[in-house]
Nanobody, 121 residues
């Protein structure tokens, strides 16, 4: 089985920063794309940022210039550095990874359980 565990969420004031981590573990042959999504109650989950295995990144317009996604393939961990946080960034942030558990297996989507980020004064 593959597990993704997020950490680093919490309460921060507007303008502040947080760094989220997503550690992958279990039966993993390779990890393709990794991404961060967010969701509020009653809304659809939305993509925040993604990163390929070679380090190419993509961002939603609403976080460009404020958030930075990165990954360390050696420890199977993705990060999301969030700066200039706004109340609208409040959400549960979920980690996603596209994983192959064997060389011949198809890639499969895995999700973490999420970490709460609250931006409030």
């Amino acid at each position: 089985q593959v597990q993704l565990v997020e950490s680093g969420g919490g309460l921060v004031q507007p303008g502040g920063s947080l760094r989220l981590s997503c550690a992958a573990s279990g039966s993993i042959f390779s990890i393709n794309d990794m991404g961060w999504y967010r969701q509020n109650t009653g809304t659809q989950r939305e993509l925040v940022a993604s990163i390929t295995s070679s380090g190419d990144t993509s961002y939603a317009d609403f976080v460009k210039g404020r958030f930075t996604i990165s990954r360390d393939n050696a420890v199977k961990t993705a990060y999301l550095q969030m700066t200039s946080l706004k109340p609208d960034d409040t959400a549960v942030y979920y980690c996603n990874a596209i994983v192959k558990i064997r060389p011949t297996s198809p890639p499969y989507d895995y999700w973490g359980r999420g970490t709460q980020v609250t931006v409030s004064s």
